[in-house]
Nanobody
């Protein structure tokens, strides 16, 4: 079991950057998969980026080249660096951990991209 807390969201202008953080309540060293998802109003939640325990990463096509996921096992944290933000990136961003086929979610952090 794990509790996840996201932070780092906010209001940013198009073209700006943010770094989202996900803090886990326990060691993430053995957690096979952690990911960032987002959900915009009226849309389904979608995978943005994922990272394995071996640091393999995958990204949604819409964010490739702009978003970077990383994990710091020593700090029990997962990050999402978001660059070149677009209005369509506006959403609540959620952190997820998968442990033994069980999914754990954080409460989300709002990212709003607007001029």
């Amino acid at each position: 079991q794990v509790q996840l807390v996201e932070s780092g969201g906010g209001l940013v202008q198009p073209g700006g950057s943010l770094r989202l953080s996900c803090t886990a309540s326990r060691s993430i060293f053995s957690i096979a998969f952690m990911g960032w998802y987002r959900q915009a109003p009226g849309k389904e939640r979608e995978l943005v980026a994922g990272i394995s325990s071996g640091d393999s990463t995958n990204y949604a096509d819409s964010v490739k080249g702009r978003f970077t996921i990383s994990r710091d096992n020593a700090k029990n944290m997962v990050y999402l660096q978001i660059n070149s933000l677009k209005p369509e990136d506006t959403a609540v961003y959620y952190c997820k951990a998968t442990i033994a086929l069980t999914h754990y979610w954080g409460q989300g952090t709002q990212v709003t991209v607007s001029s």
